[in-house]
């Protein structure tokens, strides 16, 4: 029977036990001899990925032995840490970051092909796996780890005739970071590209091409070295002409080139789509394809547009997109078939992440893989609902609205939701507009839930991306506060009732939120979070060393107090409600040290916290019991805040 009764008295459809029941992560969807490959992240086993084969026959099959998980720690993120070709497959194993090669016909041939440490004494790690035509090399990304010294970056390969362990072979140097390596076709043909400190792949890169011989690489130009231009995912197309993506800052906001579109290399740049589009992404990691080659003529692509991806049909020779009509707003690892087949891992607003093939000639979708069995009862999904609205100095920010669904009550209609204001990390990144078990355990409990892309968010063109660049901590923060407000104003949610949580950048916004608006709050929930600018610089890895100086505009030694004045630890006498954090003992992009030191002086200034620090867990939290935990204490820790 269905009750009419408060927001507050609802009852989740689901628990925290549900959430992650059999919940998998699905990525890296690749293809070799017409058969699908993909790795799975599992919670139950620690948070392992694991590589799953699908037969001809439709089982699926784990590749990976028990005792290996495939992991790289290039970066820190890491990536698409495997690859194929002749039967074989590479990867990086977590537990010592070594490259292995295993057989995929007998799984127990598996063998290192790189040493546990150099003989520098660093430690190598390695992404962006690619093999060369013939399957004598195996081209990637290496990262040097030291102990006493900045990490250092290459480009490189390994000589797989060779068949013993050996350092890898330097193709390239002399710049702070490498991405993306592909090789042509023909295996003639090598691209990759650079960049170098304090700019982010997203800010400036430099794209490169050169002979590929062997184990060297000949003749390296600089197909584009132009100061705020950033390049992304390169491919050769069948014919080995080079393809990327790449967008341009400082352009009127009414240009193509202000977002992430299609070109390719041919003597001179020359551009396939010119519209108002994102069909790149930030290279926070290596590997998920974005695009891929149907034939010489046709690409199948992904592209975000106001908060929602879809897939479409891109002819080369005139620049015309056609959307495919799918029930889906997210796609990763589009990758091909045959000719009249893809496949891709998607989720829509009312289905889960899952694997599917698509037959183009017929239009048919067919299920191969999903993320989890659990059903959840459609009469109930939320669905999210996008708004634009004013922000400070007039400007127009974005995010996703799920107001609260619960088949089994219904509300009064002067009673208004409690909300959860959600915010994502980066801060260059974005929420995504698709179903999500997490949402709706919150939404079935009696919240509404906001998603809030801030300036500086990816899917809303370069200048908006980069308007952060000087002012985190500022307009991100009011626009957080303006959505809360335009909410209030709509009366689509209780004023008084009002919670912010995130991870990493997204902890960040809300210790800065809490101690710059306090008032706007009744609790917060910061997940591997930063109070401390400065700790922040001093602690984090090489790859993000620089950014902060970037979105603060300025350095720690020409500008310390614009940290001080933009760290959440500074300000905490303004702080007038609880706040729960929760830390991974092993992170290494947002350290222990941020979490711990804000938790101390929480403590000695007597204001209630309550701190979570799991072990084994890095930046993410991957392993199942502490999922289920983390999501069961925030829960908790929110319903005691607002008496429910």
Request: glycine fraction near 8%.
């Amino acid at each position: 029977m269905v009750k009419n009764t408060y927001f507050s008295d609802w009852e989740p459809l689901i628990t925290p036990e549900d959430v992650f029941l059999d919940l998998v992560g699905l990525s890296g969807l690749n293809t070799f001899d017409n058969e699908l490959y993909w790795l799975e992240t599992r919670p139950s086993e620690g948070g392992r990925n694991v590589l799953v084969k699908a037969n001809s026959d439709g089982k699926h099959i784990d590749i990976t032995l028990r005792n290996y998980y495939l992991r790289s720690r290039i970066h820190e993120y890491g990536g698409i840490a495997y690859t194929i070709n002749n039967k074989t497959a590479y990867y990086a194993n977590f537990q010592d970051q070594r490259l292995y090669k295993q057989s995929l016909i007998d799984t127990t041939n598996i063998y290192p092909i790189t040493p546990e440490i150099n003989k520098d004494g660093s430690l190598g790690k390695y992404g962006a796996l690619e093999i060369s035509s013939d399957g004598k090399f195996l081209i990637f990304i290496y990262e040097k780890e030291y102990k006493n010294k900045e990490n250092e970056n290459y480009l490189a390969c390994l000589d797989l005739k060779q068949n013993d362990i050996s350092e890898p072979i330097i193709l390239h140097e002399g710049f702070d970071f490498y991405g993306t390596p592909k090789l042509s076709k023909d295996g003639k043909k090598i691209a990759w590209i650079t960049w170098n400190h304090p700019n982010m792949p997203w800010d400036e890169t430099i794209l490169w091409e050169g002979d590929f011989k062997g184990n060297h690489v000949k003749n390296p130009i600089k197909i584009i070295n132009k100061p705020n231009v950033s390049i992304c995912y390169l491919e050769y197309n069948p014919n080995h002409t080079l393809f990327f993506i790449m967008d341009e800052g400082n352009v009127p906001d009414n240009s193509y080139k202000n977002w992430w579109n299609i070109y390719y290399y041919d003597q001179e740049v020359k551009s396939i789509t010119k519209e108002f589009k994102e069909f790149g992404t930030p290279l926070w990691w290596f590997g998920e394809k974005k695009y891929i080659f149907l034939n010489q003529d046709t690409i199948i692509s992904s592209y975000l547009s106001k908060g929602t991806m879809k897939l479409c049909r891109i002819n080369i020779k005139n620049g015309q997109i056609d959307d495919f009509n799918l029930p889906f707003t997210e796609y990763v690892s589009i990758t091909k078939i045959d000719e009249n087949s893809i496949a891709f891992i998607a989720v829509g607003p009312e289905n889960v992440s899952s694997i599917y093939k698509y037959y183009l000639d017929k239009g048919r979708l067919q299920l191969v893989k999903k993320s989890t069995e659990f059903s959840f009862p459609i009469t109930s999904i939320s669905k999210p609902t996008l708004i634009s609205f004013g922000s400070r100095d007039n400007s127009v920010a974005y995010g996703h609205l799920y107001l609260p669904k619960n088949q089994n009550y219904t509300n009064s209609p002067e009673d208004k939701p409690p909300l959860i204001v959600r915010i994502h990390g980066g801060p260059t990144a974005r929420n995504r507009s698709s179903f999500s078990l997490m949402t709706q355990y919150w939404t079935t409990s009696g919240y509404a839930v906001f998603d809030i892309d801030y300036h500086g968010s990816t899917g809303y063109g370069r200048n908006y991306r980069d308007s952060l660049k000087g002012n985190w901590g500022v307009i991100d923060m009011f626009d957080i506060k303006y959505g809360i407000k335009y909410l209030h104003k709509k009366n689509l949610i209780d004023n008084k009732k009002c919670a912010i949580t995130g991870g990493s950048a997204g902890g960040y916004a809300v210790q800065r939120m809490l101690t710059m608006f306090p008032d706007l709050f009744q609790a917060g929930a910061s997940y591997f979070g930063i109070g401390n600018l400065i700790t922040l610089v001093k602690f984090t890895h090489k790859f993000e060393s620089q950014y902060i100086n970037t979105l603060v505009g300025g350095t720690i030694e020409n500008n310390i107090e614009i940290f001080k004045k933009r760290s959440p630890k500074n300000y905490l006498e303004n702080l007038k409600v609880p706040m729960i954090i929760f830390q991974g003992k092993e992170d290494k992009i947002v350290t222990p040290n941020n979490s711990r030191e804000m938790v101390e002086i929480l403590t000695k200034k007597g204001i209630e916290n309550y701190y979570i620090e799991y072990e084994n867990e890095a930046h993410g939290f991957r392993i199942k019991e502490n999922k289920i935990e983390a999501l069961k204490k925030e829960a908790e820790f929110f319903s005691k805040v607002f008496n429910r």
